[in-house]
């Protein structure tokens, strides 16, 4: 059995974003991250997740993405804001995650997944910060588009318009609800522009 000791969670002053670029920091900041999946699944977003989702499952898919951070491909960033109890860990009030596409013939790409927003911050900016913090990110890497799906009926499509998404096309039935029944995706691009 491998034991990890967690690392110590770091305190902040304000919102702060942060890249999580060990398995210990997941580990760190897993009982937030848990929650904030808990919250979204349970309260009916398709993000690959049947409802009710426990915190035992939620726990498990974090360690998971925790064991997939050194090889380099998944990159994971956290939205902590203080609390307000001087010794307590910040909250883990967003999360969102890039993929690299380790193909030599899609190697200009990455995809954004799991852009999730705890439900009592959501309509403050979070979601757009995360996402321009993604999208400079890409660019730095020498990306020059970036791609995601999302379901067709979710608030998320009005947000991606918003922020300058292209749409191009919808596959009916591609995933399930929460609850189990069918939901229609729709796909979209952004350009970086040409890396030099
Ligand atoms: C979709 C989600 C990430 C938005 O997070 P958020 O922090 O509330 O979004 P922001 O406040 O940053 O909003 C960004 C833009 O999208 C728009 N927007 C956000 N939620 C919206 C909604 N429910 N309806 C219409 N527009 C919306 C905002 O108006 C804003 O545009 P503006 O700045 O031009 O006004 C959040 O609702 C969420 O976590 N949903 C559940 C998980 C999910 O579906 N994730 C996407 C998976 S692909």
Redesign the pocket.
């Known amino acids: 059995m491998t034991i990890i000791l967690s690392t110590p969670v770091a305190r902040y002053e304000e919102p702060t974003i942060i890249q999580i670029k060990t398995s210990e920091e997941v580990l760190a900041h897993r009982q937030g991250l848990s929650t904030l999946l808990q919250e ?1 699944v349970n309260e009916g ?1 398709s ?1 690959g997740f049947l409802a009710p989702l426990s915190a035992d499952d939620a726990n498990e898919y974090w360690t998971a993405v925790a064991s997939l951070i050194p090889q380099g491909n998944l990159h994971l960033f956290i939205f902590l804001s203080p609390t307000a109890e001087p010794n307590a860990p910040p909250s883990v009030l ?1 999360t969102i995650q890039l993929l690299s596409i380790p193909k030599a013939t899609h190697l200009h790409r990455a995809e954004i997944l799991k ?3 705890t439900p009592s911050a ?7 910060r995360l996402m321009e913090y993604v999208e400079n990110f890409a660019r730095e890497m020498g990306k020059e588009m970036l791609t ?1 799906d ?1 379901a067709t009926e ?3 499509m ?2 991606y318009r ?2 300058g998404w292209e749409e191009w096309g919808t596959c009916r039935d591609y995933a399930s609800w929460p609850d189990g029944r069918r939901c229609d995706a729709t796909f979209f691009r952004k350009d970086l522009g040409k890396s030099s």
């Open positions: 979204c977003s993000i967003g852009l999730l927003v959501r309509r403050r900016g979070i979601a757009r995601l999302t979710s608030a998320a009005e947000m918003r922020l």
